[in-house]
């Protein structure tokens, strides 16, 4: 309870009426607190101001009687509250509620601490800067320590990235009234101290900003012990807390927003342009200046770092080469690439080649490259220590090494490897004669700046340049994505081990494009150094990003369920995957096994995290093995677990993880076909059958997955038979046991080449009338569903989920997965059968093209669609 004494402000005219108040909240300093006192009543202002006493329950009798002397002395200035004590926290914020609720002429509050002192004309200047910037929330000192003598420079203007690292804002600050109307206040738990950056954590994330006063008056007494020290020995526990208290502050979108609006990671030169664009998402060109003026700025802050910001990273390149990788979605990958390497070479280097193969590949060399004019120096990367390094070096031969065929240097090599385009004739090179002539430039005029700081105060503030680093430790990682969100769409990653043409790749492709044409924007993350460029990746996803590291394919060490971990997963450097990823709003794991590892930390950052399941492997000895078993390792790390049927779904829901966090998502066709053209197809198919017999077709790898082995023995058993079959096998042979190659050898004629066109599988499965799906093992196959829309009648080994798509007698035949050489002759029986009844084989060729139809990506993808888009609403 609150005991207001003595006195008790009257309601007086409304120019009598207070517009600042002055808080001192007292434990223990009855003595010091006299000349807190002295210098709140002596304030020459020309408006009224009071001063609110706040006794958090002091058990010195002086204290209380020092209190009523000012409170009698100065009856209409000084108010005396006595509280029970509850610690700084709630002393300040009885005055404030009592400075509010009393006087409503109340426009700002100022805290002065009972050890602290002011000037006589601390407030008048501080509630005019006040007034004289109505989008500011405070106004913060430099802090002048008088018993300890130091003078702290706070100046520059206002930085709330600073102030999420560093408390720039010392309590003794003048704050607005709406602030605390805003619902401000000193959080009453934090009793080790801090709580004033608290405070000012809680006005950033209602919207205000403080401002700087020089020359404030400011005075902090400083002693070898005191309660600073002790919240300096706790710091880090008190620091945790405030993260956990505001997590929204500390999010990749607010804090990467911040960085750019206050200090840009990234000057990109374009040389053909003549222009330096600022900015730290290298898609986001609004903000550029000229040459000249970039000079200006990087001469100001190298004279005054705490003050003026210049760009950290330096990029040299021209305007066609942002616009080549920006088209295709590589360039907030690229720069967040070669940034990393920035941190252990001198200068980061792009190469790009092109060629006609769909395919993109990251290539890196780290070591020196010989520098071949015209085709190496697309884009180069480095740093402003380094370019200050060579300013300041009064010989130049290391920097010109660069142009000769042996540069002294240490030098990062990425090369990129594109599909060819019409935009890569025009794509020149030059970026290290860029490079060269901004370094002659500054290097003229760097002779004349000053090196010695005029300002007689000491700083321990950041130099602004390095923000670029406060936003990694802000957000525990490495070098942090270069992606800024202006948009309200909700960013989406798909993280795959490899991109080709295989089924999981398909599943991934269909989901984005599902959240793509929903609004989302989707993101491509693969932990590998290349990948198909299928033109419909590049449709769908906004940014391609590599990650790649030896150990995410080495695997051995301890396994769990049967499986081994990557090696990546338990010894590897995390940070990296962090920072590429941490910015995102969902992320889903399609089959990294490396990837698993990073998901909990993720998930603390803030992002959704989601794992799809498809399939169980075998081990040699046909133990259940594989992704699926080594990633229930990790289901505490994963919001959801999507599993691609209901039988995947079950298996979870009885392995221990929770039914709520299951979304099953069913697979559906890999690729698009228009209805008029699938029509057209089947038409021809059942009104125009122009051969006898059966055609037959197996699509897939020649594996022991497969299932290999029976796949032989169903194709010679109907050539001994001489039954009327005709067979095509498509596929890719990826066996390495001589047996089993030779054994192919025997079918090499009926062997085609893999297709991964969509008009070449329209052919394939038109021409089918039966799919043969003899495998061990499968999840639920896109082969079935593809060639049961166009209407080929799977007869396929009852493994995993193939129940699921298969109604046995009716749209296809369900084989007992019995082993030995039980499963051929149900196969042949169920072909001799088809062959000599044409009108079961069209009857049940309708009715699989009937039941896979309604099958469809948006219809499958709908309730995870519901689930992400209601768990972002408020």
């Not at 290349?530 to 030896?550: C, K, M, R, S, Y």
């Amino acid at each position: 309870m609150i005991a207001t004494t003595l006195t008790t402000p009257e309601k007086t005219t409304s120019e009598k009426q207070p517009l600042v108040a002055i808080v001192i909240p007292l434990f223990k300093h009855s003595v010091l607190v006299s000349e807190a006192i002295t210098c709140a009543v002596a304030q020459s202002a020309d408006f009224p101001l009071v001063t609110i006493i706040v006794n958090d329950g002091c058990p010195f009798k002086e204290t209380d009687q020092v209190c009523r002397d000012f409170a009698l002395a100065y009856p209409d200035q000084v108010f005396y509250l006595n509280r029970q004590n509850g610690g700084l926290s709630a002393a300040r914020n009885t005055g404030i509620d009592f400075a509010l609720t009393t006087w409503d002429s109340i426009q700002a509050i100022y805290f002065l601490d009972a050890d602290n002192r002011i000037s006589p004309q601390t407030i008048a200047k501080a509630f005019q800067c006040l007034l004289d910037n109505p989008a500011v929330g405070w106004i913060y000192p430099d802090i002048h320590m008088f018993g300890e003598e130091h003078n702290f420079d706070y100046g520059g203007e206002y930085s709330r990235l600073i102030h999420l690292k560093v408390n720039i804002c010392e309590a003794g600050s003048l704050v607005r009234r709406q602030v605390f109307e805003a619902g401000c206040r000193y959080d009453e738990d934090m009793k080790l101290g801090f709580e004033d950056w608290e405070f000012w954590w809680q006005a950033l994330d209602v919207g205000f900003i403080g401002r700087h006063l020089p020359e404030f008056g400011f005075q902090y007494r400083k002693r070898p012990e005191s309660m600073l020290k002790n919240s300096d020995r706790d710091k880090q526990g008190i620091v945790h807390y405030m993260e956990r208290k505001h997590k929204k502050l500390l999010t990749h979108r607010h804090v990467i927003n911040l960085e750019h609006q206050e200090a840009p990671r990234y000057a990109i030169f374009l040389s053909d342009l003549g222009k330096v664009i600022l900015t730290s998402d290298p898609t986001v060109k609004e903000h550029t200046v000229s040459v000249e003026e970039f000079r200006e700025l990087y001469q100001r802050a190298k004279i005054a770092p705490t003050q003026y910001h210049r760009p950290h990273f330096l990029i040299f390149t021209r305007s066609r080469v942002l616009q080549c990788l920006e088209e295709q979605g590589l360039s907030r990958w690229t720069f967040w690439r070669l940034e990393g390497a920035s941190n252990q070479f001198n200068f980061a280097n792009l190469n790009l080649a092109f060629h006609s193969e769909s395919r993109i590949i990251s290539q890196d060399h780290q070591d020196n490259f010989k520098h071949q004019v015209g085709l190496t120096d697309y884009l180069i990367i480095t740093t402003i220590n380094l370019m200050d390094a060579c300013l300041n070096d009064p010989q130049e031969d290391w920097i010109n090494s660069l142009l000769s065929s042996k540069p002294l240097p240490t030098i990062f090599n990425l090369g990129l490897v594109l599909p060819y385009s019409q935009s890569s004739e025009i794509l020149s090179s030059g970026a290290l004669y860029s490079l060269m002539s901004i370094y002659k430039d500054l290097r003229l005029n760097y002779q004349n700046i000053s090196q010695k700081s005029w300002n007689w105060h000491t700083t321990h503030l950041p130099q602004r340049s390095l923000m670029f680093d406060h936003v990694r430790s802000l957000l525990n990682s490495g070098a942090v994505y270069p992606i800024l969100h202006n948009s309200n769409k909700k960013q989406m990653g798909f993280l795959l081990p490899l991109v080709e043409f295989g089924g999981v790749e398909k599943v991934a492709l269909n989901i984005a494009k599902v959240f793509h044409d929903s609004g989302w924007a989707v993101h491509l993350f693969v932990f590998n150094q290349e990948i198909a460029a299928i033109p419909e990746w590049g449709q769908v996803f906004e940014t391609i990003n590599f990650l790649h590291d030896p150990k995410m394919y080495q695997f051995g060490g301890p396994k769990y369920m049967g499986t081994f971990r990557d090696h990546w997963s338990i010894s590897g450097d995390h940070s990296q995957a962090i920072g590429l990823l941490g910015w995102l709003d969902v992320l889903v794991n399609f089959h990294s096994v490396a990837a698993n590892s990073i998901m909990g930390p993720l998930r603390r950052a803030g992002v959704k995290t989601a794992i799809s399941l498809h399939v169980h492997d075998l081990s040699p000895w046909g133990r259940p093995v594989g992704f699926t078993h080594v990633s229930l390792g990790y289901e505490h790390a994963y919001n959801y677990i999507i599993p691609c049927s209901h039988q995947m779904g079950d298996w979870c829901h009885s392995m221990g993880v929770p039914e709520d966090k299951i979304v099953v998502l069913p697979n559906a066709c890999g690729y698009p076909l228009e209805d008029t053209l699938k029509n057209e197809i089947l038409a021809r198919k059942w009104e125009q059958r122009p051969h006898e017999g059966l055609n037959v077709l197996f699509i897939g790898r020649f594996d022991r997955q497969k299932g290999l082995d029976r796949l032989l023995g169903i194709v010679n058993a109907t050539r001994h038979l001489d039954l009327p079959i005709q067979w095509r096998l498509v596929g890719k042979n990826v066996i390495q046991h001589e047996d089993a190659a030779s054994e192919l050898d025997t079918i090499s004629d009926l062997i085609e080449p893999p297709i991964f066109d969509n008009e070449g599988l329209n052919e394939v499965y038109e021409w089918a009338d039966v799919l043969i799906v003899p495998s061990y093992w499968e999840g639920l196959p896109l082969t079935i569903l593809e060639a049961m829309r166009l209407g080929v009648v799977p007869c396929a080994a009852d493994v995993g989920a193939v129940s699921e798509a298969i109604i046995h007698g009716q749209t296809g035949f369900l084989v007992p997965n019995l082993q030995g050489g039980g499963f051929v002759p149900i196969v042949i029986k169920y072909l001799s059968d088809l062959s000599e009844n044409p009108v079961k084989l069209q009857q049940m060729s309708q009715k699989a093209a009937l039941v896979a139809q309604k099958r469809s990506w948006e219809q499958s993808c709908a309730k995870l669609r519901e689930i992400l888009e209601d768990s972002g609403k408020g």
